[in-house]
Structure formats: C-alpha cells, structure tokens
C-alpha cells in the first residue's frame, strides 16, 4: 500500500468523524431529556487549538466520548494518543469504557512513541536551560525547616478513630497514623474520606463494624438498594421492585448492567429496560 493510500485512509477517518459529531449534534436533545448520563467533548481538542465556546462542545455518552477520542486520535495522531491513553485511565472522564486488549496495546505504542519524540533531548522543554547557582539557592532554602508537619498545607489536624479487623484501636492524626503503619498517604486519605472501606485491614469508625459490612459482601454490597425500580420486559412481563430482587427472581441477568440499567447509562439488558 503506497503514500497516497494512507493519506486516503486519514480522509476517510476525518469523514466518519465529521458524520459522527453531526449525527450526535442532532441527538443532543434527546440525550438531555432522557436524564441519561453525558459528558462534554471538545470537537476540535484544545490540544490542537479549540476554543471552549459552545459551538465546539458538543453533549455525548461516555461509550461515544471514547469513540471520538480513537478517531481523533487515528486521524492527527501524536498528542491525540496521549488524550485517547488518558480516556482509559481508572479517573477519566469516559465513565467505567475500557479499550480492547488490541487498542489498549496500540494506544501505548503510540504514545510511547510520541513522549519520546517530544519529552527526549533537543525536544524537551528544559533541554538545553540550567537553573543559576540563586535559583537553586533560594529553592533550598524555601524547604530548609519549613512545609513538614503542621507547617504543611495539607496537614490535617483532625484526629481519626482507626480500628483494625484484628481488634486494634488508635486514635490519632493521619500523619502520626501514616509513620507508625508504614501505609501510603493516599490509602489513609481514602479511609479517612470515605472512599475506600479498608486499608490493609484498617478502617475508620467511631463503632466496631463487622468484617462482611466493611467489604461489602452478600447484604452489605452496593447493589443491594432499597430503590424501587420499574422494570418492564420486551416480552411484555413488568416488575416494580429492586434491582437485587429482579436478578435473584431472573437468574442470568449481568449485576453491573442491571445497576447501569437504574442508573440511565444503559438502554437495555436481555429484553429489560427501567421505565422511568
């Protein structure tokens, strides 16, 4: 296959990528009135300088925003990969849409490729500058005895109740708590926060709390929800009651589809849908 047809293969994703963006133009009042969940796309990225005006926004579901992502990034390459391998990361935008196996290979071939291309040698951005003697002076000396402990910004005095599986109760700081455990920042935060149960077997709670609350098993899992749901088959078969109670009713139905099911981010799952 010569140039001339790669340059016609780029056309040709530009195509369908223009065609995409209109068809979905046309489906944004549907998508706000139906309560479902969206995100906002940039059609022309601010990486190859769109504005964020409303003309170049446009409404689209987390499965269409990573769509677009690939096709920009087959049509313009370089950064365009590196935004499509941040679209796959666990926080992203793109809600719980994961790459195959053969695009998520690709995806970091690509991006390799570009890092290296443009964060190596003459090309990156600090190649070639040195910090004077007073810069790195004045760097020093901003750290010397300042910005540890409480003299950190992000030092939290609050004092946490921490409780282990095994029986063991401390009340102290996260700081304190962090040098006497060896756990990272970022666990003791969540445990803190409230967004994760348990770290290494601690939790924070003012109570004892039991092992299968804490993990979130049988009874105490997520999806077992005191919301009443309409459920209505294509059969013509209807169920008002919990997303739990459908699947333990219907055996073979997915948890996490039917959870997106009442969550208004899937359409349909084996002939159920949510009527709302």
Known sequence: MGHGSF?????????????????RRNRESFLFSSGIYYE??????RALGGPDEKSNIICITPSDH?????????????????????CNVADSSCKGIRLCRRWYERVKNERSRYMSSTMSGENHHFYGKKLSQEHIKKLVESHIGKRM????????PKVYDFRHLDGRHEKTTKSEFRKRHGLSSARVSD??????????GWYVSDVEMEADKLSRRGVY???????????????????????????????????????????????NHKGWRVVR
């Not at 990573?66 to 941040?86: P, Q, R, Y």
């Not at 402990?149 to 939290?156: H, I, K, P, R, T």
Request: hydrophobic letters at 35%; glycine letters at 8%.
């Open 7 to 23: 340059i016609w293969c780029v056309m040709d994703y530009s195509r369908i990528y223009n065609e995409f963006i209109s068809d």
């Open 221 to 267: 899992h997520g999806s077992v929800k005191d919301d009443i749901y309409r459920f209505f088959h294509e059969s013509g078969i209807s169920e008002e009651c919990t997303q739990y109670e459908l699947r333990l009713k219907y055996q073979g139905l997915n948890q996490s589809h039917v959870s997106a099911l009442c969550r208004g981010e899937r359409n």
């Open 40 to 45: 906002k796309h940039h059609i022309i990225p």
């Open 66 to 86: 990573l769509f677009a992502h690939k096709l920009l990034a087959l049509i313009h390459g370089g950064s365009m990969w590196h935004a499509l391998n941040m």
């Open 149 to 156: 402990g409480v003299e950190n910004n992000m030092y939290d």
């Open 191 to 200: 445990i803190c926060n409230g967004n994760r149960p348990t770290a290494h």
